[in-house]
Structure formats: structure tokens, C-alpha cells
Nanobody, 124 residues
Framework: QVQVAESGGRLVQAGGSLRLSCAVS????????VGWFRQAPGKEREFVAH????????YYSESVRGRFTISRDNAMNTVYLEMNNVKPEDTAVYYC?????????????????WGQGTQVTVSS
């Protein structure tokens, strides 16, 4: 059974940086597409970033493009989300999602495996 676990969330000041990690327990990680989503209180879950199985392509929401970078280490079964120049509006629970099947990368409900989330709080 595939398990997904996020880590790295914390309190950070606006303008600062942090890195989230997403560990996926599977023997076939190299075929998994992985996305990051976030959900702020009272708001719907929204797409943040996605990386293809090969790692050759990445996609970002407009709100984070140029500030966040998604990457993966297939040897470590881990995907990272490097967050730079964070803003108070980045405050949310960040979720990692993975799927080996077909997905629509920006639609959270097309992914098959989810983590429990990690809290990111950006203070102004």
C-alpha cells in the first residue's frame, strides 16, 4: 500500500524560506506523478505545484510561480517544495498527493494517494 508523508512545515517570517518534503513509500516511485496542494482556513484546496514522474517537467500555480520550486529525488522516494520569499497568504496546510495512473495535475481529486498535511504559517 502506498503511503505519503509530508514534513517541514513551520512558522516562518514573511520574506523567508523553507523546504517541504514528501516521502512516498512505494517500490515504483519513479512512475509516480506528484503534486502539492494547500488549503487555508475557510478556503477550498488549491493547486500549488506538480512534477512529472521523470522530473523533467514541473507546473506551478500563478500565485507561487517564481517563488516556489518543486523537485524530486527518485533514489530517496522524495519530492521537495522549496518555498522562497513567502507571504502571509501562503499560510495553509500543505498536502502532497501522488498517483501512478492518469491525472489532471491541477485537480486534487484526480490523485490517488494523499498525506496528512503539514502546517505552514507565515507571519507578517
Amino acid at each position: 500500500q502506498v503511503q505519503v508523508a509530508e514534513s517541514g512545515g513551520r512558522l516562518v517570517q514573511a520574506g523567508g524560506s523553507l523546504r517541504l518534503s514528501c516521502a512516498v513509500s512505494t517500490r515504483t516511485f519513479s512512475i509516480f506523478r506528484v503534486g502539492w496542494f494547500r488549503q487555508a482556513p475557510g478556503k477550498e484546496r488549491e493547486f500549488v505545484a506538480h512534477i512529472t514522474a521523470s522530473g523533467n517537467d514541473a507546473y506551478y500555480s500563478e500565485s507561487v510561480r517564481g517563488r516556489f520550486t518543486i523537485s524530486r529525488d527518485n533514489a530517496m522516494n522524495t519530492v521537495y517544495l522549496e518555498m522562497n520569499n513567502v507571504k502571509p497568504e501562503d499560510t495553509a496546510v500543505y498536502y502532497c498527493a501522488a498517483s501512478s495512473g492518469p491525472i489532471i495535475y491541477h485537480k486534487w481529486d484526480t490523485y490517488h494517494h494523499w498525506g496528512q498535511g503539514t502546517q505552514v504559517t507565515v507571519s507578517s
